[in-house]
């Protein structure tokens, strides 16, 4: 599957971005999604995940009650809904996925990876 992100930019402290994901090749159903970031000088973290089916969603705690990960099967496309921005959210976001249906918040389980967008907050 080949992984095509968007939406980022530069936004003000608070405000809101939706980042997009969208799959090629094969639908997206068939693989366990994830958003993933890195800034600049850091490791690549995770962000939030989403099941197969979408029923089963995780985010990392700096994002928790911020962020909302989704995904739209019938467009083949994953969207994570960043609110309440803050600046030490600035990094490039990139999505990933994998064929297995297991959680894992690790990069290198990841086969498959959008070019990243970058998202800066800042006023």
């Known amino acids: 599957v080949q992984l095509q992100a968007c939406g980022g930019g530069l936004v003000p402290p608070g405000g809101s971005l939706r980042l997009s994901c969208a799959a090629s090749g094969r639908t997206s159903s068939s693989y366990f999604m994830g958003w993933f970031r890195q800034a600049p000088g850091k490791e690549r973290e995770f962000v939030s995940l989403i099941s197969r089916s979408g029923g089963r969603t995780y985010y990392a705690d700096s994002v928790k009650g911020r962020f909302t990960i989704s995904r739209d099967t019938a467009k083949n496309t994953v969207y994570l809904q960043m609110n309440s921005l803050k600046p030490e959210d600035t990094a490039v976001y990139y999505c990933?996925?994998?064929?297995?249906?297991?959680?894992?918040?690790?990069?290198?389980?990841?086969?498959?990876w959008g070019q990243g967008t970058q998202v800066t907050v800042s006023s």
């Open positions: 990933a996925a994998k064929a297995d249906d297991v959680y894992s918040t690790i990069p290198r389980l990841y086969t498959n």
